[in-house]
């Protein structure tokens, strides 16, 4: 079955971003000069997702407005003859088909996921964590979508990650079946003890659900952080069926925490046309005072 449907919980308060994120969600904040969840649609897109569903609440009304046509803005810059900055606005708009649905209590992205119950109906869906920024010359989701069509089941986009970072992440029990393709039959949230840790393989933020996980979100106890997480109603779906868990090739940023934005930000404004040279040297030069 084709994979046609995106949910993108973005409903979050960004509290490890504060002061930035006290009226901006964070999933609007730039990396170079293309908001984060920019970057998200537009993976989404190329994957071959036509419907995109994104979670919202109080103050993030901003979101709708940047996937909105501007028509004084789109008149004033033509008038003006800028047309390459025509060029950046005047299709965002058309790039997906996107709905907005509010999650009036942050009870937690599981919770979060259940909104799009009316949206998502009978079909597979993919979520994408909106604080997640992943680029590259290969979709992640795009990876994702083809495992489902290879497995039939549930797919997660994983990376290892750090000793240290596994008690912030979720950790996976992983069987390798070829390359970077592996079958997950359990999963821990923010596992605090050593003992708890599964592997070192953590989902990052892309991950293919079948419908059945709204059900199962339906019982879903509050978690890790007393808030209804979605790795916990995973975890019952790979006990009871197994999921597919893929090694994504493309980097993963964290916009959900400082040090990823700033990371995110230097390492593709390196790629940027108008900004690499200008970055390059500036970074060489700081790089002598450091
Ligand atoms: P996070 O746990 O990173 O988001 O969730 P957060 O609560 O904003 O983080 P803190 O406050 O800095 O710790 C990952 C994604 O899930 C969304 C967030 O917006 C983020 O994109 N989310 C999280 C929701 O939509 N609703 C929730 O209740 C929680």
Request: glycine share 8%.
């Amino acid at each position: 079955m084709k994979i046609t449907k995106a949910v993108i919980p973005a409903a979050g308060l960004g509290t490890r971003v504060l002061p930035a994120t006290k009226a901006m969600p964070k999933e609007m904040l730039p990396i170079v000069d293309k908001p984060a969840i920019q970057y998200i649609v537009e993976e989404a897109v190329a994957s071959g997702i036509t419907d995109i569903l994104i979670i919202t609440n109080r103050g993030k009304g901003i979101m709708e407005d940047h996937f909105d046509k501007a028509p004084l803005l789109e008149d004033s810059l033509e008038k003006a003859g800028k047309t390459d900055q025509l060029d950046a606005i005047k299709d965002i708009h058309n790039l997906a088909n996107i709905q907005y649905v509010r999650q009036i209590e942050t009870k937690g992205l599981g919770h979060a996921v259940s909104r799009a119950r009316s949206f998502v109906g009978n079909d597979p869906f993919v979520v994408m964590y909106g604080d997640d920024v992943i680029i590259g010359d290969i979709p992640a989701t795009k990876e994702l979508i083809d495992a489902y069509g290879t497995f039939g089941k549930g797919v997660l986009g994983i990376k290892p990650v750090s000793e240290e970072a596994i008690k912030k992440y979720s950790s996976l029990k992983v069987e390798n079946i070829h390359d970077n393709v592996f079958k997950c039959t359990d999963m821990i949230e923010k596992p605090q003890r050593k003992e708890d840790v599964l592997s070192l393989y953590s989902i990052l933020g892309r991950v293919v659900l079948p419908p059945e996980i709204f059900d199962i979100l339906d019982h879903t106890k509050p978690g890790a952080g007393g808030e209804i997480q979605l790795t916990d109603a995973m975890a019952e779906l790979a006990r009871s069926c197994g999921m597919t868990a893929v090694e994504f090739t493309s980097k993963r940023y964290d916009m959900g925490n400082k040090l990823g934005i700033l990371q995110a930000n230097i390492e593709v404004g390196l790629k940027h046309p108008e900004v690499c040279e200008g970055l390059r040297e500036y970074l060489k030069e700081l790089a002598k005072t450091l």
